[in-house]
């Protein structure tokens, strides 16, 4: 199974919205709605943002938002922090019984 | 709540066999749909899921590491063992065990990490 595919980088200004890509196939993120984004800070743990496409764990942010089309999933962050700036993952079931990640997006806040 | 906690060596000469253990609290992992996964993460680099077993024992792995990979539990100890053999410097990585709630494929709370460097 190769990674999924995702931009390496992105940037907005606070107050901004942006919106990150995740990109699989047929086979994760277009046959399941299984896929789950998650937050990294430099030097800590991953944190869950988002599951099954578009829920949000208790404590998240409604300023987080996930969506899919295809086998295109989306992370948008709406009114933009400093505090978000951070590294982004996605990640999804797969036909295999198995879990893929994205390459990463780094989120730069101007 | 939950915790989870990965433990193991820090430094590993390469040909030799990795075992990290990932010590929770807060569940069982004798309750239906529940796993814990491990998912490792080289310096400056992605994320990668390594392997996860579920509480009826069932077990999956990344079909790319999948003949390198063993994952086993122990309910009473409330402990999942990833061993890793054949280790190489490419496996120099901190590698984190998650919990993976029943009915979702989520990974919602994470141990801290353990960063394991392969070095000879």
């Known amino acids: 199974q190769s990674a999924l595919t995702q931009p390496a980088s992105v940037s907005g200004s606070p107050g901004q919205s942006i919106t990150i890509s995740c990109t699989g196939t047929?086979?994760?993120?277009?046959?399941?709605?299984?896929v789950s984004w998650y937050q990294q800070h430099p030097g800590k743990a991953p944190k869950l943002m988002i599951y099954?496409?578009?829920n949000r764990p208790s404590g998240v942010s409604n300023r987080f938002s996930g969506s899919k089309s295809g086998n295109t999933a989306s992370l948008t962050i709406s009114g933009l922090q400093a505090e978000d700036e951070a590294d982004y993952y996605c990640s999804s079931y797969t036909s295999s019984g198995t879990w893929v990640f994205g390459g990463g997006t780094k989120l730069t806040v101007l | 709540q939950i915790t989870l906690k990965e433990s193991g060596p820090t430094l590993v000469k390469p040909t030799q066999t990795l075992t990290l253990t990932c010590t929770f609290s807060g569940f069982s992992l004798s309750t239906g749909g529940v796993g814990v996964g491990w998912i490792r993460q080289p310096p400056g680099k992605a994320l990668e899921w390594l392997a996860l077993i579920y509480w009826d024992d069932d077990k999956r792995y990344s079909p790319s590491l999948k003949s390198r990979l063993t994952i086993t539990k122990d309910t009473s100890k409330n402990q999942v063992v990833l061993t890793m053999t054949n280790i190489d410097s490419v496996d120099t990585a901190t590698y984190y065990c998650?919990?993976?709630?029943?009915?979702?494929?989520?990974?919602?709370?994470w141990g801290q990490g353990t960063l394991v460097t392969v070095s000879s």
């Open positions: 047929s086979s994760d993120v277009g046959g399941y709605n299984y």
């Open positions: 998650a919990h993976k709630g029943g009915g979702s494929s989520k990974f919602d709370y």
């Open positions: 099954d496409v578009s």
